[in-house]
T-cell receptor
Framework: AQKITQTQPGMFVQEKEAVTLDCTYD???????LFWYKQPSSGEMIFLIY??????QNATEGRYSLNFQKARKSANLVISASQLGDSAMYFC????????????FGTGTQLKVEL | DGGITQSPKYLFRKEGQNVTLSCEQN?????MYWYRQDPGQGLRLIYY???????QKGDIAEGYSVSREKKESFPLTVTSAQKNPTAFYLC?????????????????FGPGTRLTVL
């Protein structure tokens, strides 16, 4: 069965610095999609970035980039130039082929950006 | 302004009552989903629908029911059979379900409903 692992329950970063949030996944399926979501204290889940298993290049969206290492089954999120508004919970998630489009989530990483 | 709306934001239920959570989207998305989030945890899938008048159970469907009579709407009923319904409920939609985890499978979420059983 597929599984997403986020080993960092909490992270601190200083404003304007870069931070990497770790995500590893486990699947034997060759086709899958990887997603990162941000959940502020308000509760809504905000889509940040997507990486397909067949994509040759790492995905980037503004200050967010995804460090995709397929052989290691890792999909780490890199946030550059952290801002106070980046303080939130971050979830890594995966969709598998034929999985009914179900998102399987990790347990999340709480990021706190400090002055 | 396109998006997903959920109502109410907060909902209180007495034990033994059924309650219905609303989810509406004007994104013209084919697929819709309901997830449950418990404190300190990720989301778990309750039900999903890929097309009008059709829906499938997710991982934790017991005690819940849904309908999909219109493309835009996917209400969730939490029945009295749900033993521990206090949680945060999130509705999502995606353009379509490719079946292989493509970019069009990206799910976009509503603001959520926080349900508390008194």
């Amino acid at each position: 069965a597929q599984k997403i692992t986020q080993t960092q329950p909490g992270m601190f970063v200083q404003e304007k610095e870069a931070v990497t949030l770790d995500c590893t996944y486990d699947t034997s399926d060759p086709s899958y999609g990887l997603f990162w979501y941000k959940q502020p204290s308000s509760g809504e889940m905000i889509f940040l970035i997507y990486q397909g298993s067949y994509d040759q290049q790492n995905a980037t969206e503004g200050r967010y980039s995804l460090n995709f290492q397929k052989a290691r089954k890792s999909a780490n999120l890199v946030i550059s130039a952290s801002q106070l508004g980046d303080s939130a919970m971050y979830f890594c998630a995966m969709i598998l082929t034929g999985g009914g489009n179900k998102l399987t989530f990790g347990t999340g990483t709480q990021l706190k950006v400090e002055l | 302004d396109g998006g997903i709306t959920q109502s109410p934001k907060y909902l209180f239920r007495k034990e033994g009552q059924n309650v219905t959570l609303s989810c509406e989207q004007n994104l013209n998305h084919d697929a819709m989903y309901w997830y449950r989030q418990d404190p300190g945890q990720g989301l778990r899938l309750i039900y999903y629908s890929q097309i009008v008048n059709d829906f499938q159970k997710g991982d934790i469907a017991e005690g819940y029911s849904v309908s999909r009579e219109k493309k835009e709407s996917f209400p969730l009923t939490v029945t009295s059979a749900q033993k521990n319904p206090t949680a945060f409920y999130l509705c999502a939609s995606s353009p379509r379900t490719s079946g292989w985890g493509g970019s069009t499978d990206t799910q976009y979420f509503g603001p959520g409903t926080r349900l508390t059983v008194l």
